[in-house]
């Protein structure tokens, strides 16, 4: 039995969770529940980013504390993990006090990549980031993603010595000890590398953000936001020193969105390098959601909350959609044509009429006994090399084949003609086929649509067929949208 961990990035609570939050959450939790079905001892990590200027300044409008605040948001991505049917057991915040000491039991450890200097630079609140003269300037001196005038900064900070690490970590990817995909993803990263990484701010003035981890050993300062939350994955294994850490760190896969490569790609190898302890093995970079073409933003009132898709259709149907139409190694597009598209037409029509019509079969002509199920031989090589590689839709392409490929065999066999027929024996090996294919089904299906592969495996069970009360993927809402 081996050990496995998948970690998300941790999402920053200034604001509501959406559908692309969902992206980090779905995916992970097919690699965890897919490592535990192989019988993998699993830690599967999510948790929420929140401290920092921006927390702060959300705070303030909200009329509320820091810490009210940041409960108040957490609490709503911890709902949208129970709302997705993710089944993480780990959930980190960054204010945990756990988490607050081991980062600075870090900070110590990596003293000997850490300075005091002044620094100058151009600053936005809202990506809690600096940013270089060249990007200001194209930017006319205002950030596009806030809409607000980047600030001129001069202050003393702590510095990280990343441009140590350049080589380092530019050999651990090549060499594939640090393995990234998509490739487009790792090309961006080994590209940033080539030009040189120089070091970076880790630290700003308590007077200027007091909503934050204290340096240790300088009140004045507290650690930049971007650089303690990277130490989310570490500290909620019990770095260093916890049995948690020791079995299960290297990450086995991390999963991040297309946003903060730089961080996890560079600054956060850098920083365990500087520990001396192993990379995650691999990096799963995924890409954005759009609704109906478009960014998705307030302004334009097109933000979907995960809830608004599943009240209507059901988890499991969100979750194939989100696994399946959208890319796994590009951006993707939501609508509610396509989702009911493929509602209709792969769930219902395909996926939920084979299991329904063979259960009806073997009920009406053999009083719902199966009989012995063969075990199903299908090639499932390829499924598992799409996981492996975290191209989950390509996982469920694989999985479909096997499903169109069985109402083929049954539309060709016409199991009805063979019992007009009388042939018994020959009725009995087609519906236990049936039976067997839906089975294994239902095997590939569970890490992604857990829900239904247990109704399917229950449907057959003990080899009596058990047919499902109303249909396998019910409306729970017939509102028109």
């Known amino acids: 039995m081996s050990n496995y961990y998948v970690c998300t990035a941790i999402p920053y609570v200034n604001a509501e969770p959406h559908i692309g939050t969902a992206m980090d959450l779905l995916t992970a939790d097919v690699l965890a529940r897919a490592a535990a079905q192989r019988g993998d001892n699993v830690i599967f990590s999510t948790g929420t980013d929140e401290h920092g200027g921006k927390i ?13 605040f940041v ?39 990596l003293a000997k990549d850490i300075y005091k200097a002044k620094y100058t630079g151009w600053y936005c609140t809202g990506d809690e980031a600096f940013f270089t003269e060249t990007e200001v300037k194209a930017n006319n001196g205002i950030c596009p993603n806030h809409n607000r005038p980047y600030e001129k900064i001069e202050e003393e900070n702590y510095f990280f010595k990343l441009s140590n690490y350049t080589e380092a970590i530019h050999k651990a990817i090549q060499s594939g000890q640090y393995r990234i995909v998509p490739e487009t993803r790792r090309n961006e990263i080994l590209s940033l590398l080539k030009e040189g990484l120089e070091d970076i701010s880790i630290s700003r003035p308590k007077d200027k953000i007091s909503w934050g ?4 050993g300088d009140t004045h300062q507290v ?14 294994l019990g770095y260093p020193e916890h049995d948690d850490f020791k079995h299960f760190w290297p990450a086995n896969v991390q999963v991040i969105g297309k946003d903060i490569i730089r961080f996890h790609a560079a600054i956060w190898p850098a920083i365990l390098l500087g520990l001396g302890i192993a990379l995650p093995k691999q990096l799963y970079v995924h890409g954005f959601i759009t609704v109906e073409g478009k960014k998705m933003s307030k ?17 499991d149907a969100f979750r194939y959609y989100f696994l ?12 509610w044509e396509r989702f009911e598209n493929a509602y209709n037409n792969e769930l219902a029509n395909e996926l939920g009429n084979a299991v329904q019509r063979t259960t009806a079969m073997i009920v009406k002509y053999q009083n719902g006994l199966i009989g012995d199920i063969p075990e199903a031989e299908h090639d499932i090589a390829k499924y598992e090399a799409a996981l492996a590689d975290c191209r989950f839709d390509r996982a469920l392409d694989e999985v479909w084949e096997q499903v169109r490929g069985l109402n083929q065999y049954i539309d060709e066999e016409k199991p009805w003609e063979i019992a007009k027929q009388g042939d018994d024996e020959h009725l009995r090996e087609v519906l236990a086929y049936q039976a067997s294919n839906l089975i294994e089904i239902a095997d590939l299906l569970a890490p992604f649509l857990p829900d239904t592969a247990a109704q399917i495996k229950s449907v057959f069970a003990e080899g009596i067929a058990r047919p499902i009360e109303g249909t396998l993927f019910p409306k729970h809402d017939t509102t028109e949208k």
Do not use: C
């Open 71 to 109: 409960d108040d948001i957490s609490k709503r991505f911890v709902e949208l993990g129970k709302l997705l049917n993710v089944s993480n057991n780990r959930f980190v915040r960054t204010t945990d006090k756990a988490h607050e000491q081991r980062a600075q039991i870090i900070w110590k450890a």
């Open 299 to 315: 302004t334009l009132g097109n933000v979907v909350h995960p809830k608004d898709i599943i009240d209507k259709y059901g988890v």
């Open 324 to 335: 399946r139409h959208i890319p796994s190694y590009e951006d993707g597009d939501f609508s």
């Open 223 to 236: 650690m930049y936001v971007w650089f303690e939350a990277l130490m989310n994955y570490i500290t909620v």
């Open 56 to 68: 702060a300044e959300k705070a303030a409008e909200n009329k509320q504390k820091p810490q009210e």
């Open 213 to 216: 981890i204290p340096v240790p």
